[in-house]
Every structure is written in structure tokens, then in C-alpha cells.
């Protein structure tokens, strides 16, 4: 009833390419918006943020950067945690090396360290594709997680091989280290978030995205319309890794202030962000989203119902976790293969319509 | 011969054993992905559950005993009975057959026609469930695995090479019986695929689907099949592995290992999945024996995958795979 384009006149291009051309939607996400910034942050308390909105933040930046290699560019990458590890280092080496510039600064030259790596791994994809070229990233989060293990530099010469984030403020307050306040570092990271969907959603409805979503369908084809296979495929490396870069800092940085790299950014990493943009939906901003709420909700709903409402151990309970996602994943892929964000499409194609179907 | 170089000769040869194991591994990703086109992720998973239900049988445990004791607040252990090691390894087989049923009834018959992606995917949700179910049917505290294979110090090539060269090569009994045994598994399963009917069945359908269906072969029965021997495969798999470290959850990485061994030898050939476990094998204890030091050591981790990656640049179809002919 409410949700209706009838009646809506795009009168201009501008109007025409506009990310949401229905009225509805537009002030959805506006609202959307401002409950994010205006009404969570006097609301968040140290659980909330910790368990649950921190890491969904984080790893909705993560997931938009694979969706942007896996579902725009079709690449799949098994590499993210080794990614995401680079951005940490990364990041820890800028903090400590430049105490005096500014975190957020340093998180963004994490990404761009990052991305400069991504597209150093990504070379190989030129050659070779499909299964080969998954198995081939592999090789890159085998190596960097060995990488920043052994050599000391990376982590300072630290007796603990650790690294911690030193305490950095943004105007006055502190986001990293131990004295940092729930808010902050929400909006810290919502901060970032929304820049990073923002600047996803942009890129990937002008050319570059039309060039990745060439090179995905048919990469041959792709080529002889006049995309440049060598182009479209290392800036997708590119701008892919620079936001897991992003969410790697963060993740070290704000979230967990103190990393272990083979077990912060191991392969099971790698696997839950893989998982986050199937269940969510390959090759949607919004999928991204979805996914990456899903992956953080499902652990803590059924750590709260197995161990907390029924009682049950914490090993037994971890083993049925292990057996539910795994038994979604499948559950998801037989009954939508494309995601969350295709059953949001399609929800909305009904109500569209609703209550008159015909 | 001076030390070094016999110490880089015994280090080649244990490097050759590893080797069979990586390829006893990667032979069941290979005949999966022959068959049906999919990419098994499961497999390493397979071969921990396979090994987990062996022990679980030879000792008698009751399936989910922790689960029924946390739900009904009962105290069962075990059945309080053990079965021989050939007994168990039959009701195995038999689990992994009804598991290679299921796989097909639940899983794939549903994802038919879907991009070989969403199929590895699922494959990798398979390999989650899987990991959890094991766990939760027969715990997961670390067990010995012991089918009455010899262990330890092979004497008698001790003593050979010491009379030789005056230095006794130290290799496993294990180790050359995994080797014997897998020869066998090759040379079984060469026979198979050459000599009956169902092998025959099997190759029309890794040669071409379509034709194989046109010709009255069914694809379900084939997948199902193909699945079990990969099944039987995993468990030979799991208890060379078993036997050598214990199983435990670790287990399930050989998968990961088998992975530069697959892109090396090629995903579609059996040779290619041996000769690379091969390669793979020597390759890494000698990098390992000969820059390992230099950098810290630990470069097993990496090393399989760089070297995949570094000759896939120059070969992209592996050394025995098919080449890849695109059309628009």
C-alpha cells in the first residue's frame, strides 16, 4: 500500500541515477542513517558494542571489499585474513612509527598498503582463474600470516610476537587502547562504514563496476567488447583489498587492541567473510550487510540460547554452532543462491504490489 | 659422500613419503571433481570424520554419549565392548557410504546447474557441518588411532644405509607401509575404472555428462558412487594420518595441504595428483632443510602454495590438467 513508485516522476537523468529511486527507500535509508548516528551512540553500552556492533561494523567493511574481487569481479579470494592481517601491521607500523598524525590517517595508509599487496597477489589472476585462482590466494594468506610471524620487525621485536595498539585520540577522545569509550569507537568505525558504502555503491554502478561485472559474466567476451581484462581485474584486487585493509586496521586497532596474527587473521577468517557475502549476497552493497549482520548475530544467538537458555556446555555447544552454520550455508545456497539480498529484492517486487497482485 | 648431502638424501626420501600422503589426499578431490565438476572442500574433513568413526567403532562408543548425557542427564560411556580393526573398518565404509547417500539426497541432486562456485561453496558448508557433527558424535579430545599398522624405526634400511655410506637413514615403518598401501589404492583403483562396469560408467561421466545420460548411465548412482570411493579414499587417508599423529581436529588441514598439490598435478588427472604429491612433498622438507633455517624456519605452511602458484603462472592448467578451451 505504502510501498509504491506510481506516481513518482523522474523528470531528470539526475533523478534517473539515483542509487534509490523510490521515495520510500530514500527516507528508509536517511533514517537509517540518523538512527545510526544521532540515537545509537547515547544508547550503546560496552556489551553492545564489544559483542555486537563493532565487529559487524568492521566486518561489513571486509565484506564489501570481497564482494567488491568476488561478487563484482568474480574472482573468489581465499585470501582475506591474510589481507586483513596487512592492514593490521600496516596500521601498527604507522602508529607506532608516527605517533603524531592523526589514526584515521593512518588507517586509510593501511589500505593503501594493503590494496598495493592485493594487487601484487592478484598478478596471478591474469594467468589463471576459477578454482586455481582461489587456491592460488590461498598461497597469499599462507604466506603473509607466516610473514608477519617470523619476521620481528613487523611486530617491533615484541618478546610476545603480539602487537597492541598504542592509545590514539580523535579530537581528544581516545579510539584505540585501553581508556576508549563505547560510542566512540562506534562512531570511529561507523564512520568509516559509511564512507566505505558510499564510495562502494559509486564505484561499482559507473564504469569500473560495469567493466568488473563484464570481466565476472565473461571474461573473454568482456575483452573483445574492449575491456582490458589486466585493468578491470588489479583495480578490483585493488579496491578490494584497501577496504579489507580498512577493516583490518580497525579490527586490530579499535576492536581488539592486541592481535596474534595466525589466530586473529587465520584462514577461518578468510572462510567467515567468504560466508558472509554468499549468505548476504554476491555482488550487492546491501548483501554485504545483511551477511555480515548475520555472521555476527548467528555465534552470539546461539551462544545466549544453547548456553545460556538450555545449559548446555560450551564445547558441545560450539560443535552444533560449527553444525548450524555450516548446515546454513548449504540450507541458503539450495534455497537462494543469491543471497539475502535477493530475498530483500524480491520482498520488495511483492509489496510493490501488495495487496492487489494482478 | 659427505654429510650434507646424505642428510638432503634422507630428507628427499622422507619428503617422499609425506608426499604419497598429500597425494592419497588429493586423489579423492581429483575423482570427486572428475565426476561431477566439484570441488570437494570437504574432502581433509572427510578423511578427520572417517578416522574419527574408526576409533569411535574399535572402541565402542556410543555415538552423541555427550550429547544424550547433557539432554537427558544420563551417564553413558561407551558400550563397553571393542571391535577388531577390520570389523570397524568395514562399518566405516559403510558410514561414509550412507554419508556419500545423504550428500547426494540432501545436497547435490538441489544444486544442479548451479556455477561451480555456489557447488564449492556448498562443499565448504558440508566441510563445517561435518566438522561439528564428528565432534559431536564422538568428541573431541585427541585420540590414538591404532590398526595394527608397524611403527617406528625401519631397521633394516637403518642398518643397510649405515653399511653403505656409514650413515643409517632414519625412516618410518609407517611411513613405507602408507606408501604400499596407497600403491595399492592407485593400482586398485586403476583396476576399477578400467576393468568393470561401473568404471567404465564412471569415466563416461567424468568424459562427458550429458552423453552419459543419453546412454542410460544414471548420473545419481555414479555420484553416489564416486563419492563413496572418495569416501574410502579419506578413510585410507584418515588412518595413515590417524595412525602417524593422532586424530585430532589437525586432521582436517590436510586438505589444505593436498590443495598446491591438486593446482601442481592438475585437477583432472590421477597421475597429476601423485606426481605432485610427490614433488610437493620432496620439495617442501628440502626447502625447508635447505632455506628453512635462513628465514625462520616454518616455511612448510607456505611453501606448497608458492611454488603452485609460481609454475601455474607459467602452466595454468597444472601439469597433466586438460586445457582449458574458452569459447565466446
Known amino acids: 500500500m505504502i510501498y509504491r513508485e506510481a506516481g513518482q516522476y523522474r523528470t531528470s537523468y539526475l533523478d534517473d541515477g539515483q542509487t534509490f529511486p523510490i521515495r520510500l527507500d530514500r527516507w528508509a535509508h536517511w533514517l537509517l542513517i540518523a538512527v545510526a548516528v544521532l540515537v545509537v551512540p547515547f544508547i550503546i553500552n560496552d556489551y553492545w558494542a564489544n559483542a555486537i556492533l563493532l565487529p559487524f561494523l568492521i566486518y561489513a567493511i571486509a565484506a564489501l571489499g570481497l564482494n567488491i574481487l568476488t561478487g563484482y569481479c568474480g574472482q573468489v579470494s581465499l585470501g582475506t585474513g591474510g589481507f586483513m592481517a596487512v592492514g593490521a601491521y600496516a596500521c601498527y607500523k604507522l602508529m607506532t612509527s608516527f605517533p603524531d598524525i592523526s589514526i584515521a590517517i593512518h588507517v586509510v595508509l593501511a589500505g593503501l598498503i594493503t590494496a598495493i599487496v592485493g594487487i601484487l597477489f592478484g598478478l596471478p589472476s591474469l594467468r589463471i582463474k576459477g578454482f586455481y585462482l582461489a587456491v592460488a590466494t590461498l598461497a597469499a594468506q599462507f604466506f603473509l600470516v607466516w610473514l608477519f610471524n617470523r619476521v620481528p620487525w613487523f611486530y617491533n621485536y615484541s618478546a610476545s610476537g603480539q602487537i597492541s595498539a598504542p592509545e590514539r585520540t580523535i579530537f581528544g577522545l581516545p579510539v584505540t587502547g585501553p581508556e576508549t569509550s563505547a560510542a566512540v569507537t562506534y562512531l570511529f568505525c561507523l564512520a568509516f562504514v559509511l564512507a566505505s558504502a558510499w564510495i562502494c555503491r559509486n564505484l561499482t554502478r559507473g564504469a569500473l563496476g560495469r567493466k568488473w561485472m563484464a570481466i565476472r559474466d565473461m571474461d573473454i567476451a568482456a575483452e573483445i567488447i574492449g575491456v582490458n581484462p589486466l585493468h578491470a581485474k588489479l583495480t578490483a584486487f585493488g579496491v578490494s583489498s584497501f577496504f579489507v585493509g580498512i577493516a583490518g586496521a580497525l579490527f586490530f586497532s579499535v576492536y581488539l587492541g592486541a592481535v596474534e596474527v595466525g589466530e586473529a587473521f587465520g584462514i577461518n577468517k578468510s572462510f567467515l567473510v567468504l560466508f558472509m557475502i554468499i549468505i548476504g549476497g554476491l555482488g550487492s552493497i546491501l548483501g554485504s550487510f545483511l551477511g555480515a549482520a548475520f555472521m555476527v548475530l548467528l555465534p552470539v544467538f546461539l551462544k545466549n540460547v544453547l548456553t545460556g537458555g538450555l545449559g548446555w556446555p560450551t564445547d558441545l555447544a560450539a560443535h552444533l554452532e560449527f553444525m548450524i552454520v555450516g548446515g546454513l550455508i548449504v540450507f541458503f545456497l539450495i534455497v537462494e543462491p543469491h543471497g539475502l539480498a535477493q530475498l530483500w529484492r524480491l520482498l520488495k517486487e511483492k509489496l510493490r504490489l501488495w495487496p492487489f497482485p494482478h | ?328
Open chain 2, 1 to 328: 659422500m659427505p654429510d650434507q648431502v646424505l642428510f638432503a638424501i634422507e630428507v628427499m626420501l622422507n619428503g617422499l613419503m609425506a608426499g604419497v600422503l598429500y597425494a592419497l589426499v588429493a586423489l579423492g578431490f581429483v575423482l570427486i571433481f572428475k565426476a561431477s565438476g566439484i570441488f570437494n572442500y570437504a574432502q581433509g574433513v572427510m578423511a578427520l570424520f572417517a578416522a574419527l568413526t574408526l576409533v569411535g567403532i574399535m572402541e565402542g562408543q556410543v555415538p552423541f554419549e555427550h550429547l544424550i548425557n547433557v539432554v537427558f542427564g544420563t551417564e553413558i560411556h561407551g558400550f563397553g565392548w571393542t571391535v577388531p580393526a577390520l570389523l570397524a573398518i568395514i562399518l566405516t565404509m559403510v558410514v561414509m557410504v550412507i554419508f556419500a547417500w545423504l550428500v547426494n539426497k540432501l545436497v547435490l541432486r538441489h544444486l544442479v546447474n548451479q556455477e561451480p562456485i555456489i557447488l564449492f561453496m556448498a562443499t565448504i558448508g558440508l566441510a563445517y557441518f561435518l566438522e561439528g557433527l564428528g565432534d559431536m558424535m564422538w568428541g573431541s579430545d585427541i585420540k590414538a588411532l591404532d590398526v595394527g599398522l608397524p611403527q617406528g624405526l625401519n631397521t633394516w634400511i637403518d642398518e643397510t644405509t649405515f653399511n653403505l655410506f656409514g650413515y643409517g637413514f632414519y625412516i618410518d615403518n609407517l611411513d613405507i607401509s602408507a606408501a604400499i598401501i596407497a600403491a595399492l589404492l592407485v593400482a586398485g583403483l586403476v583396476v576399477f575404472s578400467q576393468y568393470t562396469k561401473q568404471g567404465r560408467a564412471l569415466r563416461a561421466v567424468a568424459d562427458d555428462h550429458q552423453a552419459a545420460l543419453s546412454v542410460g548411465i544414471s548420473l545419481n548412482y555414479i555420484w553416489v558412487l564416486t563419492w563413496s570411493i572418495a569416501g574410502f579414499v579419506a578413510l585410507v587417508a584418515g588412518i595413515m594420518w590417524g595412525a602417524k599423529s593422532g586424530v585430532q581436529f589437525s586432521l582436517s588441514l590436510i586438505a589444505l595441504k593436498a590443495l598446491p598439490v591438486l593446482m601442481l598435478g592438475g585437477f583432472t588427472s590421477i597421475p597429476g595428483a601423485i606426481v605432485g604429491g610427490l614433488i610437493i612433498g620432496v620439495g617442501e622438507k628440502l626447502f625447508e632443510f635447505l632455506v628453512g633455517p635462513l628465514v625462520g624456519g616454518a616455511t612448510e605452511n607456505w611453501f606448497a602454495y608458492v611454488l603452485a602458484l609460481i609454475f601455474l603462472v607459467f602452466r595454468p592448467q597444472g601439469l597433466f590438467g586438460e586445457r582449458l578451451i574458452e569459447r565466446v
